[in-house]
């Protein structure tokens, strides 16, 4: 019972990972229908982002692992990938736009390879220590919790899913409260209507590409936190497994991602522990093949239907 | 004095080219009506005038200023709003929602709240709708909504874009009364777009007959009514 409590745990704070990064793709295919591959480096540029701001951050905050420096480190790696997200959309596939859908695919593989090895050329290809931005410990669950204070619960962990369950809500907030949220769902539901209500699709693509690259680069330093060890093309893997989670949810789907996310945080700590670490990407696979041969929309999804 | 008008509109879609250079007038506070068959050119007409389709030459001045070729955020924000062809109301939005994106460039919240009670006045099937989502509407419901949200951005002319299309016939004496009635009462000026040309000519001031993107007729609706090949081709012999 403990050891599966305890994989949970493991699972979760993993799954809060896949679940921010989950959102970018899922908010970008939502307002344009289109897979944005480059996606899963933005969360790699939020880690180095993070790397080089932390000292000086860190400093700023009083010097020395502390809260207020990693919320600093966090908010300016949010702050940089949003900037980058912005820009790569509106210099590498605004100006396609028009083309098919596959001409911006390929754009959007071309934008990931460009980051993957302009990072091994600017930050090195070997992986790099992540500064301690907030001490790192186990957290001693109470003795009269009985069996459960056996768990292993980190500083760390706590901080993830709390960052995380904060950074949701904030989006869930944004989506269904502002102008601009509406915005955002009159766009993916449908793209002519929403201009002709006098939607900026332009500035709505923007928004979207910020928020979501935002969410990114927190997914970097939340990860870096827990796992110290960055490198160029740490967002390889986390991209694939998160885009995997955007369509388990359901693609275009915000809870769905975050769902998926989890999801599959849980699965893969579930293999890991259980099974054996070898079958992990597999299993992970396996499933969401499963699941979209008995739900092709994903979890969440519905189906696209429109009444005519 | 004319609130809209378009003249020599020239539109492509690439090397195809949908309307030839064409012209016509929506005087202030009048129904003019384009109709025309499959495949004319009407809905590229509306789309162009909107902004989202930009022309290849000619110009549209909408109260006197030369709208072609801005932006449709723009265009709307300078009072034209649209009710497209299909109606294409955002489906997973409750109907309140979709009124509520009609008015999205406007921020007098008092001003929306009458309007959304405006709409309801005028379409009393979407007061009892308002928590449903708009796909789960009926055809005739969804139009009325599509012209209800178009209404939302108080706008000084209206283009509807085949509103009896794929509608019960009972529904569409309904949403024909209605335009006349938006029509005197907000005195909105509208240009309406129709296959159905005996619906159309009957509310309609003056109309224009379109074929293969040139404008062929432009008269009375008494006289379109009378002329011969009007007859023959769009009002059934
Ligand atoms: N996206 C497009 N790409 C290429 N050609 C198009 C496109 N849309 C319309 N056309 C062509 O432009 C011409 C005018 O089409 P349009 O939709 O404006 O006609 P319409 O009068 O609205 O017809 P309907 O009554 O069927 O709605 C047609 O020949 C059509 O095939
Ligand atoms: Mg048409």
């Given at each position: ?105 390929i754009a959007a593989i071309g934008v990931s390879l460009l980051l993957e090895n302009g990072g091994q050329f600017a930050f090195g290809a070997d992986p790099q220590a992540f500064p301690e931005i907030i001490a790192d410990s186990a957290i001693d669950l109470p003795a009269s919790w009985g069996e459960f204070s056996l768990l292993t619960i980190t500083v760390g962990q706590v901080i993830v899913l709390g960052s995380t369950a904060v950074l949701l ?140 | ?237």
């Amino acid at each position: 019972m403990i050891e599966f409590l305890q994989q949970l745990v493991n699972g979760l704070s993993q799954g809060a990972i896949y679940a921010l990064i989950a959102l970018g793709y899922t908010m970008v295919f939502g307002v344009l229908r289109f897979i944005n591959f480059a996606h899963g480096d933005i969360y790699m540029i939020g880690a180095f982002a993070g790397f080089y701001s932390a000292p000086k951050l860190l400093a700023l905050a009083g010097g020395g692992p502390s809260f207020a420096g990693a919320a600093l480190v966090l908010v300016a790696a949010m702050a940089l990938c949003a900037a980058a997200g912005v820009l790569i959309e509106r210099v590498c596939y605004r100006p396609l736009r028009a083309q098919p859908r596959l001409t911006v695919l390929i754009a959007a593989i071309g934008v990931s390879l460009l980051l993957e090895n302009g990072g091994q050329f600017a930050f090195g290809a070997d992986p790099q220590a992540f500064p301690e931005i907030i001490a790192d410990s186990a957290i001693d669950l109470p003795a009269s919790w009985g069996e459960f204070s056996l768990l292993t619960i980190t500083v760390g962990q706590v901080i993830v899913l709390g960052s995380t369950a904060v950074l949701l809500l904030a989006l869930r907030a944004v989506v269904l409260h502002t102008r601009t949220g509406m915005a955002m769902r009159a766009l993916s539901l449908n793209p002519l209507a929403a201009s002709l209500m006098g939607v900026n699709t332009d500035a709505v693509v923007s928004f979207t590409f910020a928020v979501g690259s935002a969410m990114a680069g927190a997914a970097g330093i939340l990860t870096a936190i827990q796992q110290p060890s960055i490198d160029p093309l740490m967002g390889i893997n986390a991209g694939l497994k998160a885009f995997v989670a955007a369509v388990l949810g359901g693609i275009g789907n915000i809870p769905g991602a975050a769902l998926g996310g989890v999801l599959i945080g849980i699965l893969e700590a579930l293999v890991v522990g259980y099974i054996s670490p070898t079958y992990r990407d597999p299993i992970v696979f396996a499933v969401l093949i499963v699941v979209l041969l008995v739900r092709p929309s994903g979890l969440l999804g519905k189906p696209e239907r429109e009444k005519v | 004095m004319s609130v809209l008008a378009l003249r020599n509109l020239v539109v492509s879609y690439g090397a195809i080219r949908a309307l030839h250079g064409i012209s016509l007038e929506v005087p202030a506070g009048r129904i003019v009506t384009l109709i025309g068959a499959n495949g004319a050119g009407k809905t590229t007409a509306l789309r162009t005038i909107s902004g989202i389709l930009k022309p290849a030459s000619g110009s549209i001045s909408f109260q006197g200023e030369n709208i072609a070729g801005l932006a449709a955020h723009k265009i709307v924000a300078r009072g034209i709003a649209h009710a497209p062809e299909g109606r294409m109301v955002f489906s997973n939005l409750t109907v309140l929602e979709n009124l509520r994106m009609g008015a999205y460039l406007r921020r007098d919240r008092a001003g929306i709240a009458d309007d959304i009670a405006r709409v309801r006045s005028i379409f009393p099937r979407l007061a009892e709708r308002e928590k449903q989502p708009a796909g789960t509407l009926s055809g005739g419901e969804q139009q009325m909504l599509a012209i209800g949200r178009a209404l939302m951005s108080r706008p000084r002319c209206l283009l509807l874009d085949e509103p009896s299309l794929g509608i019960a016939p009972i529904l569409i004496r309904t949403i024909f009364d209605k335009i006349v009635e938006i029509n005197r009462e907000l005195g909105l000026s509208i240009l309406l777009v129709e296959q159905n040309a005996n619906l159309a000519l009957a509310i309609s001031h003056f109309g224009y007959v379109i074929e293969s993107g040139r404008i062929l007729l432009a008269d009375t609706p008494d006289a379109l009514r009378e002329n011969p090949s009007v007859r023959a081709a769009y009002l059934g012999g």
